[in-house]
């Protein structure tokens, strides 16, 4: 392994959803509270909006008086 390789190994992370390759710096780190405690998880932007958006109706609903 070159050590141009290695810098790219080394300044890009994994997707945990598309597996896409992306910047470090681009990347949004994901952190979930879960009960086996907290997990982070890298994402691309686009797969970012994609949580946030899933994490906001979960919290609609677990903040909904009427249920």
């Known amino acids: 392994m070159s ?3 290695k ?3 080394a300044s890009t992370t994994e ?3 598309c597996y896409e390759k992306v ?4 990347a949004f780190s994901v952190k979930l509270n879960t ?3 907290q997990h982070i998880i ?3 932007p686009k797969c970012a909006d994609e949580v ?3 994490l ?3 919290e609609e609903v677990k903040n909904d008086p009427t249920l």
């Open 52 to 54: 946030n958006e899933v």
């Open 56 to 58: 906001k109706a979960i």
């Open 3 to 5: 050590w141009l390789d």
């Open 15 to 17: 997707c945990f959803y």
């Open 7 to 9: 810098f790219k190994k």
């Open 35 to 37: 009960a086996e405690g």
């Open 42 to 44: 890298k994402a691309c």
């Open 23 to 26: 910047d470090k710096k681009t």
